[in-house]
């Protein structure tokens, strides 16, 4: 067995006064995809920024060493009069042309010389929201959290994406954290699921764990996938 | 050509670059009009420096120093909003200079006077704007994303609150130097107008920023040859040919 890439034990996050995760524990080891499932307002965007290091917590939270992590953040909106374009969006993190195409290819966007000349802010939210995806790929992090990341996407794009997707993380051994407040086709290729509301709902491999039982927990009704 | 002209040549071009390129970041972070109320603060530190000889630039950038922290401590204080801060700190400072600021000088310390640059001042503004105009080209891009994103700049390893501050350093530096070219009421515009005709102009951040930087210089050349011309000070006219090259942008416009 490879060794863990991340250990959580006991966080608890406070956000103004409020608890906002209470006694968590998980771990994962490479290449890994761990769901995290849960309701709105469940403080799943928060346990991903306090992994990120961006809340202040209690208890334990250790990634291996040198772990280089990419972020898809869930709000992430650009003015449309920002004179910023697709290319130097990407050459903030310093990348060639090929590597930019490359990665907007994983994504499943065609991408023409245009394309990368347009501003940011004149995507269309489901281009926008598949640009920042293939943004975090780009420098192939270890470890990509994604929050909602499929926001914006229609229904037939995401199962195609998502195939890509775990294609590349595969490909390239990366390990994965991806946030959904809905139940859908990216748990069917999950290891680990974890569902939370404030506390651990319950978490294993979703063959055992995604049970109408357990989902009544999650939605307050049984659903099935 | 005589060298009091080449002098305020060369010190305009560069303050007005620099200032230029500084205030296409200065648009994008909504901090307009922070150069103008820094130019404001700077005044008595302007007025002492006119009364007793010393440089003007210096003078502006020990006021603005003070102007920065108070503005700082009456934040922490009361917690009031920083643009009313700003307000009460940057008119106070303009009622303290016009208690002392002798009735000669004050067109000097609102629009400038390039005709009083000496070698010295030459060269130590040559060498900051330098200095100042490297730290923004390393700290742009970094600065452009923790303005889309400031978790997603923190989770690329950007220090939002070092970078900020080394910003904030950047605009004083740039505000006590650019007093000597329009003077403290104009300041403002200097970091202001270029980047904004730049904007209209531009589809990406390179054209928006270097053109920018082009537009301060043009202002700049063309304040100062008006100046050698016609006599007129230079201050006013290198903010109108900046308004000018403005109002043409709006024609081409980039939708």
């Known amino acids: ?225 | 050509m005589d060298l009091q002209f080449l002098y305020s040549l060369i010190v305009s071009v560069f303050i007005g670059g620099v200032a230029g390129y500084l205030g296409s970041l200065m648009i994008t972070k909504r901090m307009a009009l922070v150069g103008d109320a820094l130019g404001h603060v700077a005044l008595p530190g302007v007025a002492l420096a006119l009364i007793y000889g010393f440089n003007v630039s210096l003078g502006a950038l020990i006021f603005l120093a003070l102007g920065i922290l108070l503005i700082w401590f009456f934040e922490v204080r009361t917690k009031l909003p920083m643009e009313a801060l700003t307000g009460i700190v940057f008119t106070a400072s303009v009622a303290i200079a016009f208690l002392f600021l002798p009735e000669t000088e004050v067109s000097t310390a609102l629009i400038g006077d390039i005709s009083q640059i000496g070698s010295w001042d030459t060269l130590s503004s040559v060498i900051l704007s330098v200095i100042i105009f490297l730290v923004l080209r390393k700290i742009f891009s970094k600065m452009i994303l923790a303005n889309l994103s400031e978790n997603l700049a923190r989770v690329e390893g950007v220090k939002v609150g070092t970078y900020n501050f080394i910003y904030l350093l950047c605009i004083a530096i740039i505000v006590a130097l650019g007093i000597k070219v329009t003077g403290s009421l104009l300041m403002g515009a200097l970091v202001i107008t270029p980047a904004a005709a730049a904007r209209n102009l531009s589809r990406n951040l390179f054209q928006y920023s270097y053109g920018a930087l082009i537009i301060g210089i043009i202002s700049c050349v063309s304040g100062v040859l008006i100046f050698k011309i016609f006599g007129f000070s230079a201050g006013p006219f290198v903010i109108l040919t900046a308004t000018l090259i403005f109002l043409i942008s709006l024609i081409f416009k980039k939708r």
């Not at chain 1, 990634?63 to 953040?73: R, S």
Request: glycine share 6%; aromatic share 8%; with cysteine.
């Open chain 1, 1 to 225: 067995m490879s060794e863990f890439i991340l250990e959580v034990k006991n966080l608890n996050v406070e956000l103004a006064g409020e608890q906002v995760l209470e006694d968590l524990s998980f771990d994962l080891r490479e290449k890994e995809i761990l769901v995290i499932l849960g309701p709105n307002g469940a403080g799943k965007s928060v346990l991903l920024r306090t992994l990120l290091g961006l809340h202040l917590f209690k208890g334990e939270v250790s990634w291996e060493e040198n772990t280089h992590i990419g972020y898809v953040p869930e709000e992430f909106t650009v003015s449309k009069n920002l004179p910023l374009s697709v290319k130097e969006f990407f050459n903030f993190k310093e990348a060639e042309s090929s590597e930019i195409s490359q990665s907007l290819k994983w994504v499943g966007m065609k991408i023409s010389p245009r394309f990368l000349e347009k501003r940011l802010g004149t995507l269309s939210s489901g281009q926008l929201r598949r640009t920042l995806i293939a943004w975090a790929l780009v420098d192939e992090p270890d470890v990509i959290l994604l929050d909602e990341p499929m926001v914006g996407i229609d229904i037939h794009g995401r199962k195609t994406i998502y195939d890509s997707l775990v294609e590349f993380w595969q490909k390239k051994n990366q390990t994965i954290i991806l946030v959904s407040h809905e139940i859908g086709e990216v748990c069917k290729k999950a290891d680990k699921i974890l569902a939370l509301n404030k506390r651990k709902l319950f978490y294993g491999k979703p063959e055992e764990v995604i049970t109408p039982q357990n989902l009544a927990k999650i939605y307050g009704s049984s659903i099935s996938l």
